[in-house]
């Protein structure tokens, strides 16, 4: 292990420079971010500060640059850390978070808030049932890495998915449970992703940057035509990312190799 010592990048920053040394720790920082020098950890303020040989306010004024663009990510009282990396999730078919978070080799556990039987006018109507319908209900905090991604909401009918009130969804996907408890595959649906503004409570929950925006998405599931789950997940736009492939002909919305593994 390389014992650094005071000062002893200091060196990298031109004092007599026309740009504030701020600037050339961020570019600085930026190619070493580049290089792959931070994969184990990043360094924290004081350590930057002995590195560079520069004040704390000029430590801070560059880690604040990395933090807007997304690279690194501070709260208050704890050190700097690598941005988590983008989850990335194909549009066009019964997509799966659970897979495309592990795809990216990061492991996806959910804390599950709610799971129960209740009936739910408005979700009931959506589905095409009587509002007094005993729905099962699920909800989860879901993880990507250890860290909030995803607040996942689902409804389906309680007379098909009743014996999911057994199932342990700590680290596994939804629709797997389904088909082993229930005998169900889903064989199609709708999707709709809009942008949304979270609530105080949703903004601490995932617990997300004053900047960064909130995803809605909605799904409406079938069996052979029939409507049998709502779900509905808000996720941080800062880890997420929906994708489809087009050519001269449009665009294509076959699923890609994330969402052949189980659904979410």
Known sequence: MT???????????????????????????????????????????????????????????????????????????????LAPPEIEQQLGALASLFAAVESRGLEQRSLVRVLDVRADGVVAARLGLEES??????????????????????????????????????????????????????????????????SRAERSLLAMPASAALLLVERTGCLHGRPVEFRHTLVRGDRYAVTAEFDARGYSLSAGPTTRRSAP
């Not at 990048?9 to 020098?37: C, H, I, K, V």
């Open 133 to 198: 319908t005993p729905l099962v209900h699920l909800e989860r905090l879901r993880l990507a890495g250890g860290e909030p991604l995803a607040l996942d909401r689902v409804w389906l009918p309680a007379e098909l998915a009743h014996p999911l009130l057994d199932a342990d969804f700590a680290h596994t996907a939804l629709y797997d449970e389904l088909a082993v408890h229930c005998g169900i595959r889903l064989t199609g649906g709708r999707e709709q992703v809009r942008a949304v503004v979270p």
């Open 3 to 81: 014992v650094v010592r005071q000062g002893d990048l200091g060196r990298r920053l031109d004092r007599s420079a026309a740009s504030p040394l701020w600037q050339q720790l961020l570019t600085d920082l930026r190619s070493r971010l580049s290089s792959g020098e931070f994969t184990g950890e990043f360094p924290g303020e004081l350590a930057l500060v002995g590195q560079y040989a520069v004040s704390r306010h000029t430590v801070r004024e560059a880690l604040r640059h990395l933090r807007t663009e997304g690279v690194v990510t501070a709260a208050r009282g704890r050190r700097p850390r």
